[in-house]
């Protein structure tokens, strides 16, 4: 039996918790929070307990197999630091951090303490993208010229409007489209250049939008939208290849559509839809991680991966800023 202490009863606690309840094997055995009546309604009748300071939890619990962190991106650190000072795995949500600074002193403090950190891409475990990620790899529509992504709805409601923030939120680049461009990293290497333009140095109230354009190394350019500026939140690709696109929507019926393009000799194109999985993306993401914790295996995606998510969404706010592209330099680390 897994025991999990969970950090944070706001909505990706409450979207965590209700995977942990319905595994097998595994108990969540607390909830840190300082808002019981939020904790409460998250635990419902289950077996958990509510702690309002994680030494708390640690010092009244028999034992613990891991730590997971839902709590706002600013607060990331300190919790992961206290976790792996009581030598407890982590699980954090994404993004890693707020600064690359301080993402790099997570990961190096995991490593000296020798605890385990798991960061919460859950885009890679949706079954749409993992769907187009395998067709694209395996040359559907052959090489890959341009992608477009899109992603968003409403300004979120975060504890203590900490979203409005900017010294505590990175916006949609950071907290929003980070989503993308891990998946997109993912699927085809290395980013070589960014160029962003957005509406955060405008500073309008409850309001953000940015259009981030990468160039990666492969040759493979994208266009990555996020908005916090519509009344739905939904989800778009479209990945044009030399022989055929691929398309999704959130808001459409039809999960993933193949469209091959016509040769001369053929008359109509194909459609092929694919149906997503029953399963949440969150619990096969946190079962992926619970996985790799009892047999050691490498996650799908690792704190490294994490780390250089976070650099491209740097190096779009730094363009964004600016007015001007920014490359990253892989070899040394640095944004020029």
Not at 202 to 211: F, G, S, V
Not at 307 to 329: F, N, R
Request: hydrophobic share 40%.
């Amino acid at each position: 039996m897994q025991k999990i202490l969970l950090i944070g009863a706001g909505t990706m606690g409450r979207e965590h918790a209700t995977s942990y309840y319905s595994m097998e094997d595994v108990h969540l055995a607390g909830i840190v929070d300082l808002r019981k009546e939020q904790a409460e309604q998250i635990i419902g009748q289950n077996d958990t307990k509510i702690f309002q300071t994680m030494d708390e939890a640690v010092n009244n619990l028999e034992h613990i197999d891991v730590i997971d962190v839902c709590v706002p991106t600013f607060l990331h650190k300190e919790y992961v630091l206290k976790a792996a000072d009581y030598g407890i795995d982590v699980i954090c949500e994404k993004p890693l951090a707020y600064t690359l600074e301080d993402a790099q002193e997570m990961i190096d403090y995991c490593e000296k303490k020798d605890v385990r950190l798991f960061v919460g891409h859950v885009v890679r475990f949706f079954p749409q993208y993992a769907k187009v990620r395998h067709l694209v790899s395996n040359g559907t529509i052959g090489d890959i010229g341009v992608v477009r992504t899109k992603r968003g709805g409403n300004f979120p409601a975060g504890w203590s409007d900490w979203y409005a923030d900017h010294t505590k939120s990175g916006g949609v680049i950071l907290d929003l489209i980070i989503h993308d461009f891990d998946f997109l990293r993912w699927s085809f290497g290395e980013v070589e250049r960014v160029f962003a333009k957005g509406l955060a140095e405008r500073k309008i109230e409850h309001l953000d939008y940015a259009l981030v354009t990468l160039v990666f190394k492969s040759g493979v350019i994208a266009h990555v939208e996020g908005t916090w500026a519509h009344q739905t939140f939904s989800s778009q690709f479209e990945f044009a290849g030399k022989s055929g696109i691929l398309e999704y929507d959130s808001l459409k019926e039809e999960p993933v559509l193949l469209s091959i393009r016509k040769s001369n000799e053929e008359k109509h194109g194909v459609t092929v839809p694919q149906s997503p999985l029953k399963k949440s993306p969150y619990y096969i993401e946190l079962e992926h991680f619970l996985k790799c914790l009892k047999t050691n295996e490498t996650p799908i995606v690792t704190a490294e991966d994490a780390y250089k998510a976070m650099e491209i969404s740097v190096a779009a706010l730094q363009s964004l800023k600016t007015g001007l592209p920014v490359s990253l330099d892989r070899e040394r680390g640095d944004l020029i």
